[in-house]
């Protein structure tokens, strides 16, 4: 079963930071990297549950795409039964881990 991956607005606000931090505008290799991870993320249409849960939720699952020290979390969660993967927040690894309550179903 293919899902529909669904970036919420906040991921999408995390994509637009991220693409201006590493500076995809000014650099072709900076541009690929960040393809490779809207690719990544794309990845979840067809595995969605190839990924582990977040250590902050056993309902939230992550991806983890970059190589150390540039490692992103990609964190989602998968509706089932309306075949829906919801992109809801990207961040660095190492940041200090969210708080999965503040995630509202319509960000």
């Given at each position: 079963?293919?899902?529909?991956?669904?970036?919420?607005?906040?991921a999408?606000?995390?994509?637009?930071?991220?693409?201006?931090?590493?500076?995809?505008?000014?650099?072709?290799?900076?541009?690929?990297?960040?393809?490779?991870?809207?690719?990544?993320?794309?990845?979840?249409?067809?595995?969605?549950?190839?990924?582990?849960?977040?250590?902050?939720?056993?309902?939230?699952?992550?991806?983890?795409?970059?190589?150390?020290?540039?490692?992103?979390?990609?964190?989602?969660?998968?509706?089932?039964?309306?075949?829906?993967?919801?992109?809801?927040?990207?961040?660095?690894?190492?940041?200090?881990?969210f708080?999965?309550?503040?995630?509202?179903?319509?960000?």
């Open positions: 079963m293919a899902y529909l991956v669904k970036l919420m607005p906040r999408e606000r995390d994509l637009a930071a991220i693409l201006s931090y590493v500076g995809a505008d000014h650099s072709p290799a900076a541009f690929r990297w960040y393809q490779g991870l809207r690719d990544s993320i794309q990845t979840l249409e067809r595995h969605p549950n190839r990924c582990p849960s977040t250590p902050e939720s056993d309902d939230l699952r992550h991806l983890l795409y970059g190589k150390k020290p540039h490692v992103y979390r990609v964190i989602y969660r998968i509706m089932e039964g309306e075949g829906v993967v919801e992109i809801l927040h990207i961040r660095h690894g190492a940041r200090r881990p708080r999965p309550h503040n995630l509202r179903r319509n960000q």
